[in-house]
């Protein structure tokens, strides 16, 4: 397991806010209230560990193949259903949403190899990430890619608790299958936009994994 870039200034400033909280609560609570100190100790630690966990990136044997579309992200799968797309196919797609909470990984992966024909940030509200107005409404970054299969768009949605996308592509990149391609900060969610006619291999409330799980089949 290593940790992610996007964590080393958040870790490094929680480790900062532990020290000086449990050797100002040891220096000044420990002899009189020692029970409390312990508590602050034990408190803070498990937040401090939770943090280094978030932005942990887990050491994965990753799903390649160029006829399948591998999920970009970890979590579980909360909408499949067909829509209709207004930010840029212009036509019907199916969507496959997958939610991701504070305690997954949150690496974000290239589902399949081509392209990026289409990149683009919109801001947006802070809705909850199951909220059905949330991929239309929240902050969020679209990114689509093409090759000889076909074109798909997959969105990183920021949720309630989630303030800052990170995104590493450009329209005219040549990007591969289940390499990084992006980071959402503290929970949210990825919306897949599939060709009609595509094969769903998950299933609704389906715990996935990215980079390693198939979300559908050419």
Not at 34 to 51: A, K
Request: proline letters at 3%.
């Amino acid at each position: 397991m290593t940790i992610h870039r996007e964590g080393y200034r958040t870790i490094g400033i929680a480790a900062l806010i532990f020290g000086l909280l449990n050797v100002a609560s040891f220096s000044f609570l420990s002899s009189d209230v020692h029970w409390l100190s312990l508590l602050i100790f034990i408190v803070t630690l498990g937040l401090l560990l939770f943090i280094v966990s978030f932005f942990r990136i887990p050491n994965r044997q990753l799903t390649v193949d160029d006829s399948k579309i591998i999920c970009p992200a970890d979590g579980k799968v909360v909408v499949i259903e067909e829509v209709v797309d207004e930010e840029y196919f212009k036509n019907k797609r199916i969507q496959v949403s997958i939610f991701m909470s504070p305690a997954n990984v949150h690496v974000n992966r290239n589902p399949i190899n081509g392209e990026v024909t289409y990149n683009q940030y919109h801001k947006g509200k802070y809705l909850v990430a199951w909220h059905p107005k949330s991929s239309t409404e929240n902050e969020r970054w679209s990114v689509a890619v093409k090759n000889s299969h076909g074109e798909i768009l997959y969105k990183q949605i920021a949720g309630a608790l989630a303030k800052r996308i990170c995104n590493y592509t450009k329209v005219g990149q040549q990007v591969k299958q289940t390499e990084e391609y992006g980071f959402i900060k503290f929970g949210s969610r990825v919306d897949v936009l599939l060709p009609v006619g595509t094969k769903v291999n998950v299933a609704l409330n389906q715990v996935v994994k990215g980079g390693v799980t198939v979300l559908a089949s050419w």
